[in-house]
């Protein structure tokens, strides 16, 4: 005998917990650094010309310029500093009395990180290193913008409306809404909870105002924009990073729709380092794989944006009277 579904709870994103996403059959399988690379590449070609074997190294060819590797490389020498030993330098430092000053603290992300780590029951410390270090990555270049604390409803059923405010939203300014980046959140007392419910709701909530978006622009102007693109995800516990690529499936779109739970599993991939823990912002060989990751992100964001017919239609209107300037195709 079939089950009958369960109603969803109508909570903002960031009230899901694990029983939203039991309810939405929503689970995870982990991937490494290359499975992840791979995700990120099918966005830009289709998966069946991507031989299995394809290494790495030779997959982040394909979505990061050789130029740009070699700035990647150079931004990497810059955190050298950064040690498994950072934080208790960084705290000696700035605790005691008589301190060993080392000036190589004072790169700008090297001291933000230092900071979140050591007001880490602010929030704010973390949020000023992520948006240093997401800019520095390139997440304003051309038309990308990192939207902090960008308010958007969660939609269950036909009109019920919660709240979804993603700590950072990364958006093509003329397309649409692309990653969601979530902190992890402290309580008094607690140990960080864990915020992957809540980067999900996250997730939906941008797919629904991005399919929102889409249906406006056919009736007001005859845009048929159907594909659907795939969505990511950042979560950052404190100086660690968990990455997430996540496609909206017809069965979760469903159970939102009716506010109900799904009658078939959604899969999100997840990026998660050794033992899944997370990627150590202190240790040398994972920073230098959460830096190449975002800026793999960031090239394959890009090139949805570019590619996306919406950014076409721009491209063919902007045409304004004093406004010659027309956007050069990369």
């Known amino acids: 005998m079939l089950e009958a579904p369960s109603k969803l709870s109508i909570v903002s994103a960031s009230a899901w917990d694990s029983e939203q996403l039991d309810l939405l059959k929503v689970q995870f399988t982990d991937v490494g650094y290359d499975g992840f690379l791979r995700l990120l590449l099918s966005t830009k070609q289709e998966s069946s010309t991507i031989p299995i074997e394809t290494s790495a190294a030779s997959l982040l060819d394909n979505i990061i310029t050789p130029e740009r590797q070699t700035l990647i490389q150079n931004f990497i020498a810059e955190l ?8 208790d330098k960084f705290l000696h430092m700035t605790h005691r009395d008589n301190p060993v000053i080392i000036e190589e603290f004072q790169h700008p992300i090297i001291k933000s990180a230092g900071m979140a780590f050591k007001y880490h029951h602010l929030e704010s410390t973390v949020d000023g290193f992520v ?39 990364v958006m093509d300014v003329l397309t649409f809404l ?54 990511i995800g950042i979560r950052v516990n404190g100086l660690k990073f968990f990455f997430y690529f996540f496609r909206m499936t017809k069965s979760l779109a ?13 899969l999100v991939s997840r990026f998660a380092g050794i033992a899944d823990h997370g990627l150590d912002f202190c240790v040398p060989e994972q920073r230098e794989l959460i830096i190449f990751t975002l800026a793999a992100i960031k090239e394959s964001v890009q090139a949805m944006g570019r590619k996306s017919i919406r950014r076409e239609s721009y491209s063919k209107t902007n045409h304004t009277p004093g406004n010659n300037h027309t956007e050069k195709k990369s």
């Open 80 to 87: 050298k500093p950064v040690d498994r030993d950072f934080k």
């Open 131 to 169: 948006f240093l270090f997401l800019y520095r990555l390139g997440f304003f270049d051309e038309w990308l913008y990192l939207f902090p604390q960008f308010e958007m409803d969660l939609t269950y059923g036909s009109d019920v409306k919660a709240t979804s405010k993603p700590d950072f939203t």
């Open 178 to 231: 692309r990653v969601a980046v979530v902190e992890d959140k402290r309580v008094q007392g607690q140990d960080l909870i864990d915020s992957e419910p809540q980067l999900i709701a996250e997730l939906i909530s941008i797919h629904q105002n991005n399919t929102h978006k889409k249906i406006e622009l056919k009736r007001k102007k005859d845009e048929v924009e159907d594909v659907e693109e795939p969505l």
């Open 254 to 266: 469903e159970a939102m729709r009716r506010s109900q739970s799904s009658v078939e599993v959604t």
